[in-house]
């Protein structure tokens, strides 16, 4: 900026194994945003090595890439980034029309991913006929429809109440345990947080603190 370079990582070293269930914790400017949108490969490391699936992004075309990101990351966002005029069933079926999924294959997985986060009552409606916590499970089922391997959770709990966002928190948690998906989440709340079996501590575009890797089922190759 103005000719001055900002890191916002420096010498992160780090491994999300398949099945773990990670909080990135730190403060604003810590870079843990910076570090979600490389996890998700939405931005490319200046330098480094980021490999997802064995396969390093670097490597990749912006098609290889695109296709990654549709068949191995889904992603929860905190503004949930539902289409406004579209129903809940179509909101969650879009990424299948990115991987090509017939129109009735991708109504019959979009109406079970709902069932999965027990909205099967609300197919139809559209985000403005839904409360928050049922906007941001729609975007829980967006992500899972395409049964990717990671989950990535951008202050999912943000923009809910408490009792919500602890309805939304268990979902993932039960996701996680019975599908063996990874879900990583950025927060910068403790007691969101203190729900995950690793917590990364991010400051100053470091990992000041990380209480365990690969706690999850899978050692092998990492996500």
Same mark, same amino acid.
């Given at each position: 900026m103005d000719g001055?370079?900002?890191?916002?990582?420096? +010498?992160? %070293?780090?491994?999300? +194994?398949?099945?773990?269930?990670?909080?990135?914790?730190g403060? $604003?400017? $810590?870079?843990? %945003?910076?570090?979600? #949108?490389?996890? +998700?490969?939405?931005?490319?490391?200046?330098? !480094?090595?980021?490999?997802?699936?064995?396969?390093?992004? %670097?490597?990749? $075309?912006?098609?290889e890439l695109a296709e990654l990101r549709n068949?191995?990351? !889904?992603? =929860?966002?905190? $503004?949930?980034h539902l289409l406004a005029r579209t129903s809940a069933r179509e909101n969650v079926g879009l990424p299948l029309v990115y991987q090509g999924v017939p129109r009735k294959e991708r109504r019959a997985r979009a109406t079970e991913a709902l069932a999965a986060v027990g909205l099967s009552h609300r197919l139809d409606h559209r985000p403005s006929q839904l409360s928050g916590g049922e906007q941001q499970r729609v975007a829980i089922a967006?992500?899972?429809? !395409?049964?990717?391997?990671?989950?990535?959770?951008?202050?999912?709990?943000?923009?809910?109440?408490?009792?919500?966002?602890?309805?939304?928190?268990?979902?993932?948690?039960?996701?996680?345990?019975? #599908?063996? =998906?990874?879900?990583?989440?950025v927060t910068h709340e403790p007691d969101i947080a203190d729900r995950a079996a690793r917590q990364i501590h991010i400051?100053?575009?470091?990992?000041?603190?990380?209480?365990?890797a690969l706690t999850g089922r899978d050692t092998g190759e990492g996500t």
């Open positions: 001055v370079a900002v890191s916002a990582l420096r +010498g992160v %070293s780090l491994r999300i +194994g398949r099945g773990e269930f990670a909080a990135i914790l403060p $604003s400017g $810590s870079g843990k %945003s910076t570090l979600m #949108h490389l996890l +998700g490969c939405l931005d490319r490391p200046t330098t !480094g090595v980021l490999r997802v699936g064995g396969r390093e992004v %670097s490597k990749l $075309s912006d098609t068949n191995t990351i !889904g992603f =929860v966002f905190q $503004s949930f967006r992500a899972l429809v !395409g049964e990717p391997q990671v989950v990535l959770a951008d202050e999912p709990t943000g923009n809910l109440d408490t009792r919500t966002g602890n309805e939304v928190m268990e979902l993932l948690e039960r996701l996680n345990a019975e #599908h063996g =998906v990874a879900v990583v989440l400051r100053d575009g470091l990992i000041e603190r990380d209480t365990g």
